[in-house]
């Protein structure tokens, strides 16, 4: 069997195949009063990948990449919690399992990055967008071959997703100016696996420069 290996970035990052996925903006996340901040978590580094999520978001629209939203979403009275989970959960750092409960403001996307319609919406129960998700069906509903991982965490629910997304079978692009961490060495980290292992990283210019031509 001889497959079609897609080698460059141009190739990789086509619009016709190609899905750009926001993961987790949402205010419980993102915005000053809700959960993570009151955790005590360090927001700006979240905050100053906003303008290049929206940059990427607006020329992917102008040029026909699909788009998805990512956000969590956690049944309350912990519905779609293990006991497994549950127990990491309380001990993760600035986190907890009252985050972006379903149906409550926190869980809403942020303003800045709001889906259109006939975008891709998906709620997650877990880290990866691609665990008990509709997502893969989707894509490949759509021919998808490639998918940019953008958003938040890098090192845990953006990193989840690109490695799932990669060992089902799609290309994976991360954008290094357009993930942020609370912990921006585990982020560098992160960039790092991924450039040796999964996928290609880039910056938003450079895939924004891809697009254009």
């Not at 009151?38 to 700006?44: I, N, T, V, W």
């Not at 958003?151 to 490695?163: F, I, M, P």
């Not at 060992?167 to 993930?179: K, M, N, R, W």
């Not at 992160?190 to 210019?205: D, I, M, P, Q, S």
């Amino acid at each position: 069997m001889t497959l079609k290996i897609l080698k460059g970035i141009d190739e990789r990052i086509n619009p016709l195949h190609t899905a750009l996925i926001l993961i987790d903006m949402q205010r419980d996340l993102v915005y000053d009063n809700y959960l993570c901040d009151k955790a005590g978590r360090d927001l700006s580094a979240t905050r100053n990948v906003i303008p290049n999520m929206q940059r990427l978001v607006s020329r992917a629209r102008s040029v026909g990449v699909t788009i998805c939203h990512v956000g969590f979403w956690s049944l309350p009275e912990n519905g779609s919690d293990s006991a497994a989970w549950l127990q990491q959960r309380r001990r993760s750092t600035y986190s907890s399992d009252s985050l972006c409960i379903a149906g409550t403001p926190g869980a809403e996307f942020i303003d800045e990055l709001r889906p259109e319609r006939n975008e891709i919406v998906i709620h997650k129960h877990r880290y990866s967008a691609f665990k008990g998700t509709d997502l893969d069906m989707i894509l490949r509903a759509r021919s998808i071959k490639t998918v940019i991982t953008a958003g938040v965490s890098t090192n845990v629910c953006v990193e989840s997703t690109l490695r799932d997304a990669f060992e089902t079978g799609y290309y994976v692009v991360i954008p290094s100016d357009a993930t942020a961490s609370w912990n921006m060495e585990l982020h560098k980290s992160t960039l790092e696996t991924v450039k040796h292992r999964f996928g290609y990283v880039a910056n938003t210019a450079e895939i924004i420069n891809h697009w254009e031509k």
